[in-house]
C-alpha cells in the first residue's frame, strides 16, 4: 500500500521559514515526480513544485519560485519542501502526491497517491 505522510508545517511569522517533509512507504520514487501542493480556504488546489526521479529535474510555480526549494533524499524514500521568505499568503494545508506529471505549467496529481496534508500558517 503506498502511503505518504507530509510534516513540518507550522505556524511561522512573515519572512520566516519552515521546511515540509513527505516520506513515502510503499513506493519508491525513483522514475517518477513527486509534487508539493496546496489549498488555501475558498481557493482552488495549486500544485507549487514537483521534482523528478532520478535525474532531479525540477518545477516551480511563479508564487513559489525564488522562495522555495524542493528536494530528495532517495536513501530515506523522502522529498522535502524547504520554504523560505515565507508570506501570509503562503498560508494553506500543503500536500504531497505521487506520482505527478507536469503538463505545461500544471501539476497533475489526479491518479497519485496523496498525503495528509499539513498545515502552514504564516503570521503578518
Known amino acids: 500500500e503506498v502511503q505518504l505522510v507530509e510534516s513540518g508545517g507550522g505556524l511561522v511569522q512573515a519572512g520566516g521559514s519552515l521546511r515540509l517533509s513527505c516520506a513515502a512507504s510503499?513506493?519508491?520514487?525513483?522514475?517518477?515526480?513527486i509534487g508539493w501542493f496546496r489549498q488555501a480556504p475558498g481557493k482552488e488546489r495549486e500544485g507549487i513544485s514537483c521534482i523528478s526521479r532520478p535525474d532531479g529535474t525540477t518545477y516551480y510555480a511563479d508564487s513559489v519560485k525564488g522562495r522555495f526549494t524542493i528536494s530528495s533524499d532517495n536513501a530515506k524514500n523522502t522529498v522535502y519542501l524547504e520554504m523560505n521568505s515565507l508570506k501570509p499568503e503562503d498560508t494553506a494545508v500543503y500536500y504531497c502526491a505521487a506520482p505527478v506529471t507536469l503538463v505545461g505549467d500544471k501539476i497533475l496529481g489526479d491518479f497519485g497517491s496523496w498525503g495528509q496534508g499539513t498545515q502552514v500558517t504564516v503570521s503578518s
Open positions: 510503499g513506493f519508491t520514487f525513483d522514475g517518477y515526480a
